[in-house]
């Protein structure tokens, strides 16, 4: 069994928004490997790699370009970019998922460009969850896409009542997402008091939580959840909600996993046309759109046609039972077979 060292799992939980898709990565590798720091998180970023050097098979990557954004982010930066020097002359096979085109938050330009060119340029296999991504790897790379596992899905939900909101729009709320630009242009329409319209998750700043604010105070038919929501509120909120809605404007966009965890939920999806959602549209999964025109055409087509996403649950199921943890984990493994063989 390959042993693999897994970056980043971190011990530092403190003030930290929950991305579950690392976890989830953890369990489906120890299916078919031993995933070295499972059991033992680092709280000194990318340094704690070197106490495993010696006994790795596998390093696998992944937001390996965010580095610069963390604690002590410059340094530890530039010993990622040694280090991809170190594991290049060694056996150590080099995998990376290219979640993103590049890091959706300024700062530190130069050294995430820097690490995102070695990242391409080192690794010896790169995964994306996106179609689109295959565009940025260079010839000759050895790259695959993978759709993003979904976890087991949820029956589908008996509704007895009305949904309390036409949209929610959940997860952290960062400026990339977009969500003050599509409020504004509901607004400049005339059209923002006409939606029930739930945000839910953590704002990332005091100036953004602000601004959403602002718009809470005029319209009440907006109403903002800043902070974390579990799981199980979550999907209940989901289920009293006609759409799930990703509003997203940035050109870093790839893949999402609250879009998949949405699938997952038995949830009417729509968003922007590009990378997994463009994916999921072709496979007739979600809707998109082009611009915040089409978007709210698309809108109130569902709205008005709610029995449009039955017919999609068959598919939907079919997909899921195809994209597993479990399935990702067992093509991973081949694809490392391959590369050590080589």
Same mark, same amino acid.
């Given at each position: ?100 085109? +590049?890091?959706?938050?300024? #700062?530190? $330009?130069?050294?995430?460009?820097? *690490? ?6 080192? %690794?010896? !296999? ?84 602000? +601004?959403?604010?602002?718009? #809470?105070? $005029?319209?009440?038919?907006?109403? *903002? ?6 799981? %199980?509120? !979550? ?97 991973? *493994? ?9």
């Amino acid at each position: 069994m390959k042993k693999v060292y897994l970056y980043p799992l971190t011990a530092r939980t403190e003030n930290a928004v929950i991305n579950p898709y690392m976890g989830n990565l953890k369990d489906s590798l120890n299916r078919h490997f031993e995933v070295l720091n499972a059991s033992k998180p680092s709280s000194i970023g990318i340094f704690d790699v070197i106490k495993y050097l010696r006994k790795m098979d596998v390093i696998y990557f992944n937001w390996s370009e965010e580095v610069p954004q963390l604690h002590r982010g410059r340094i530890q930066g530039i010993f990622l970019l040694l280090l991809l020097q170190y594991l290049k002359l060694s056996p150590i096979v080099i995998v990376w998922t290219l979640h993103n085109k +590049e890091s959706h938050f300024t #700062g530190h $330009k130069w050294l995430k460009k820097r *690490l995102y060119s070695q990242m391409l340029k080192k %690794s010896d !296999l790169i995964i994306t969850h996106a179609s689109d991504g295959l565009n940025l790897i260079p010839k000759g790379k050895s790259a695959t896409f993978q759709h993003h596992p979904v976890g087991e899905p949820l029956p589908p939900p008996v509704r007895e009542k009305e949904c309390q909101f036409d949209l929610i729009i959940w997860g952290t709320i960062a400026p990339y997402k977009g969500i003050t630009s599509f409020l504004n242009y509901l607004e400049e329409e005339g059209s923002l008091h006409k939606y029930k319209i739930l945000l839910a998750g953590k704002v990332t700043s005091p100036s953004l939580a602000n +601004e959403l604010r602002v718009f #809470g105070n $005029k319209y009440s038919n907006l109403i *903002l959840m800043d902070g974390y929501v579990e799981e %199980s509120k !979550l999907i209940d909120l989901i289920h009293d909600s006609k759409i799930t809605l990703f509003t997203y404007q940035s050109d870093t966009v790839l893949s999402s996993g609250a879009l998949m965890d949405s699938l997952s939920y038995g949830a009417t999806i729509v968003g922007p046309d590009v990378g997994a959602f463009n994916d999921l549209h072709k496979l007739g999964l979600i809707e998109t759109y082009s611009d915040f025109h089409s978007l709210m055409e698309v809108i109130d087509r569902l709205l008005t046609s709610p029995e449009e996403n039955l017919s999609k649950q068959k598919m939907t199921d079919s997909f899921m039972a195809d994209n597993s943890w479990d399935q990702f984990s067992t093509t991973i *493994l081949n694809l490392i077979e391959q590369k050590s063989n080589q």
